[in-house]
């Protein structure tokens, strides 16, 4: 999508915005060069640019928007201080974006946001204990990643029952860690990667498929029910559905439905977990069945 805006055949002075969710900017003209170059203008730098020079730095906000978060809990500083550095050193050579929070205890851990995808935690500290903390935590439905860091041996079977991506007993394994790190980031990347792309003459967005929890279609026009906001714009729901993943459904003739937030279903009606209500038509109730048992399989 971004390349065929980039290769736009432009032979006029053309006016319009660009908008992402990586940037926003405002472009008063552009040209066709002799030598197929586009550039363009910008009003608030007044600068010209090669587009190949935009690209790029649009595929480096991209990266800055992937990036993993991370955290480390841990009353021991000193091992805080060094696992942040190995961390680090093992990220820089995968060359993966990262930003890394230390904490030293439960509660300025849970005083802060909790948007990191990844936390390092140890089991014996002060106040709450990490098996505690990460119990609180799944409780809040927080969807990240765990990593226990400790020197105890007794507690694999409560990391378990928190869903922990693994268990390093100190002094931590080299190897050990660098494996748990690539599950981490599989797993990241994987789950930012989905995303669908929405544009027209005038703006452009990227939203990802797992934030979607409805769409419907009235007038030609299609409403994109997000966990934050609702995006509209015109097209056709049979377009939009080709873009969609094996989680979403389409229940009706002007609805589509992420399946990872039904919460229930009856005498027609879906219900989710935000309380909006789906209508089911006749033609698509099986279908909705068999795509529901199919989600729970592929979840279990």
Same mark, same amino acid.
């Given at each position: 999508m971004i390349n065929s805006l980039f290769q736009l055949p432009l032979k006029k002075w053309r006016y319009f915005c660009f908008f992402s969710v990586f940037h926003f900017v405002f472009i008063k003209k552009m040209v066709y060069c002799p030598q197929n170059c586009l550039l363009y203008y910008s009003v608030s730098e007044n600068l010209f640019l090669t587009f190949e020079?935009?690209?790029?730095?649009?595929?480096?906000?991209?990266?800055? +928007?992937?990036?993993?978060?991370?955290?480390? *809990?841990?009353?021991?500083?000193? +091992?805080c201080r060094q696992l942040k550095q190995t961390v680090s050193q093992k990220l820089d050579g995968l060359k993966e974006p990262y930003t890394i929070t230390c904490h030293y205890n439960s509660a300025s851990l849970m005083a802060g946001p909790m948007d990191f995808d990844l936390l390092f935690l140890d089991i014996q500290m002060a106040g709450m204990d990490g098996i505690s903390l990460a119990r609180c935590l799944? @409780?809040?439905? +927080?969807?990240?990643?765990?990593?226990?860091?400790?020197?105890? $041996?007794? *507690?694999?079977?409560?990391?378990?029952?928190v869903e922990a991506i693994d268990y390093l007993c100190k002094p931590i394994d080299d190897l050990r860690l660098? =494996?748990?790190? $690539?599950?981490?980031?599989?797993?990241? =990347?994987? @789950?930012? &990667?989905?995303?669908?792309f929405i544009h027209t003459m005038n703006w452009c967005r990227s939203v990802r498929l797992c934030d979607i929890l409805y769409c419907e279609v009235m007038n030609r026009k299609i409403y994109l029910h997000t966990q934050k906001d609702v995006v509209t714009f015109y097209g056709k729901l049979k377009d939009l559905e080709k873009q969609l993943d094996e989680n979403f459904v389409k *229940?009706?003739?002007?609805?589509?439905?992420?399946?990872?937030?039904?919460?229930?279903?009856?005498?027609?009606?879906?219900?989710?977990? =935000?309380?909006?209500?789906?209508?089911?038509?006749?033609?698509?109730?099986?279908?909705?069945?068999?795509?529901?048992?199919? +989600?729970? &399989?592929?979840? =279990?």
């Amino acid at each position: 999508m971004i390349n065929s805006l980039f290769q736009l055949p432009l032979k006029k002075w053309r006016y319009f915005c660009f908008f992402s969710v990586f940037h926003f900017v405002f472009i008063k003209k552009m040209v066709y060069c002799p030598q197929n170059c586009l550039l363009y203008y910008s009003v608030s730098e007044n600068l010209f640019l090669t587009f190949e020079h935009f690209h790029t730095a649009l595929q480096e906000s991209y990266r800055s +928007f992937i990036m993993i978060k991370i955290s480390i *809990c841990d009353d021991d500083r000193i +091992f805080c201080r060094q696992l942040k550095q190995t961390v680090s050193q093992k990220l820089d050579g995968l060359k993966e974006p990262y930003t890394i929070t230390c904490h030293y205890n439960s509660a300025s851990l849970m005083a802060g946001p909790m948007d990191f995808d990844l936390l390092f935690l140890d089991i014996q500290m002060a106040g709450m204990d990490g098996i505690s903390l990460a119990r609180c935590l799944r @409780q809040q439905d +927080f969807p990240g990643a765990i990593i226990f860091t400790t020197i105890l $041996k007794d *507690c694999m079977l409560d990391a378990f029952e928190v869903e922990a991506i693994d268990y390093l007993c100190k002094p931590i394994d080299d190897l050990r860690l660098e =494996n748990a790190l $690539k599950r981490t980031l599989k797993r990241h =990347n994987t @789950q930012n &990667e989905k995303h669908l792309f929405i544009h027209t003459m005038n703006w452009c967005r990227s939203v990802r498929l797992c934030d979607i929890l409805y769409c419907e279609v009235m007038n030609r026009k299609i409403y994109l029910h997000t966990q934050k906001d609702v995006v509209t714009f015109y097209g056709k729901l049979k377009d939009l559905e080709k873009q969609l993943d094996e989680n979403f459904v389409k *229940c009706h003739r002007s609805y589509i439905v992420n399946l990872a937030f039904i919460q229930e279903y009856s005498n027609g009606w879906i219900l989710l977990e =935000n309380q909006s209500q789906i209508p089911v038509s006749r033609p698509h109730h099986q279908v909705l069945l068999d795509a529901m048992l199919e +989600f729970m &399989e592929r979840r =279990n």
